[in-house]
């Protein structure tokens, strides 16, 4: 599902981001990547999304070299691929609903279509009776969910996170990493970028580390 080969990436004036980064993720893998602030998990996951174009190297999603991918071709890779930040950014003027829903609705869905998407989400993530609440009156943890609920409802075969358990407390960190477990045995490819050392060692999933721009880990066998 997921293919780094050799890739690098420098931006201008600055010393590489990334450094020769090769590692494959199998369709319905579950792995962390960890690192220190600055070691590069960000720009690999803009890599990933095709935010950012390697500078050397291959980055292959589902056989498809993302570099190849321009325009109209590169929007329809970003929609289907589900996104979870540390923070949801809900549009707050919008229902629990709305909000899940907005993927649909820029990807095109029939309008028919969408209530059964957003409530079998919103149900996923135990959210059912908050369809039509304001994310105003949310915890911190039903927001994050709701973000979760938008990632998956357009049932994406990847689903990158990005410090989604960063503003919460161990309780609720280890229930949306149960989530995405779930997600995971349906046969979801999930990348969780983190640097909750206790959230990792808590799931027998693989563990990817970079230090300063370079792979230095790869812990394969915690997934076994």
Do not use: C, W
Not at 4 to 14: A, L, N, P, T
Not at 83 to 103: G, I, K, M
Not at 183 to 205: D, K
């Amino acid at each position: 599902m997921i293919e780094f080969e050799s890739v690098s990436k420098v931006y201008d004036g600055q010393r590489p981001a990334l450094s020769n980064v090769t590692f494959k993720l199998a369709p319905g893998e579950m792995a962390f990547l960890t690192g220190h602030s600055g070691a590069g998990k960000s720009t690999l996951l803009r890599l990933l999304l095709g935010l950012e174009k390697a500078s050397q190297g291959a980055v292959r999603v589902a056989g498809t070299d993302l570099a190849s991918l321009n325009g109209e071709k590169l929007a329809r890779y970003r929609r289907r691929v589900g996104v979870v930040f540390q923070d949801p950014n809900l549009e707050e003027d919008l229902t629990v609903f709305d909000n899940v829903a907005l993927p649909l609705r820029i990807a095109g869905f029939k309008e028919a279509d969408i209530p059964k998407r957003v409530n079998a989400a919103l149900s996923r993530v135990d959210l059912s009776d908050q369809a039509m609440t304001s994310p105003r009156v949310l915890s911190g943890g039903q927001q994050q969910r709701v973000g979760i609920a938008r990632a998956i409802v357009h049932r994406p075969a990847l689903v990158v996170a990005d410090e989604p358990t960063g503003n919460l407390d161990p309780e609720l960190s280890a229930r949306v990493m149960r989530m995405f477990t779930q997600f995971q045995q349906l046969g979801v490819t999930i990348l969780v970028a983190t640097h909750e050392r206790a959230v990792v060692e808590s799931l027998p999933f693989r563990h990817l580390t970079i230090e300063r721009g370079r792979l230095v880990s790869d812990d394969v066998g915690a997934s076994r």
